[in-house]
Antibody
């Protein structure tokens, strides 16, 4: 079964840093488009970042320069390093997989909650 | 950036009703449009991809149509389990994913 499991969320003060992890099983992260999508409390889905199989990385404007997406092929794990966190980054962060075959995001994790508050 | 606008924001209907949700793109996304269902406290689930292709395991009462800038998701006969929020997503370019703001379906 193809699945991803996120971890690393928590309560962090504004300006702090946090690293989210997404462990994949049943498929390899480096041959898929892997992304982070977040959902603020009571709000809709917001794409955060994506990493291509070839290594290209893209970010939504609000996190550029603060967040970094990466992967460890040996651990088959996706990461999101989040620095200089703001209150508006408070959300459930989902790890998501798109195969690149133009069939949508077919694998989602259960999400990990990040709360930025003093 | 491409903007996605869904309507309505909330929809109330009865079991057995035919329900339609609309998603409009600010510029053409060809047919690179997906629909997701999300229930409270759960991750989204893929329903439709490439505007009209049904994802594996999704009931046939769900269908999608459209191309370019206007798309629809139809539930042919609403069931109690369909109470959820539905999102469209364009993936015309993999460098930027955009979701609609969501449509909450109440039964």
């Amino acid at each position: 079964e193809e699945q991803v499991v996120e971890s690393g969320g928590g309560l962090i003060q504004p300006g702090g840093s946090l690293r989210l992890s997404c462990a994949a099983s049943g498929f390899t992260v480096n041959t898929n488009y892997m992304a982070w999508v977040r959902q603020a409390p009571g709000k809709g889905l917001e794409w955060v970042s994506v990493i291509y199989p070839g290594g290209y990385m893209y970010y939504t404007d609000s996190v550029k320069g603060r967040f970094t997406i990466s992967r460890d092929n040996s651990k088959n794990t996706l990461y999101l390093q989040m620095n200089n966190l703001r209150a508006e980054d408070t959300a459930v962060y989902y790890c998501a997989r798109d195969t690149g075959r133009r069939r949508g995001v077919d694998v989602w994790g259960q999400g990990t909650t990040v709360t930025v508050s003093s | 950036d491409i903007q996605m606008t869904q309507s309505p924001s909330t929809l109330s209907a009865s079991v057995g009703d035919r329900v339609t949700i609309t998603c409009r793109a600010s510029q053409s996304v060809s047919n690179w449009l997906a629909w997701y269902q999300q229930k409270p406290g759960q991750a989204p689930n893929l329903l439709i991809y490439k505007a009209s292709s049904l994802h594996s395991g999704v009931p046939s009462r769900f269908s999608g149509s459209g191309s370019g800038t206007e798309f629809t998701l139809t539930i042919s006969s609403l069931q109690p389990d369909d109470s959820a929020t539905y999102y469209c997503q364009q993936y015309n370019s993999y460098s930027t994913w955009t979701f609609g703001q969501g449509t909450k379906v109440e039964i």
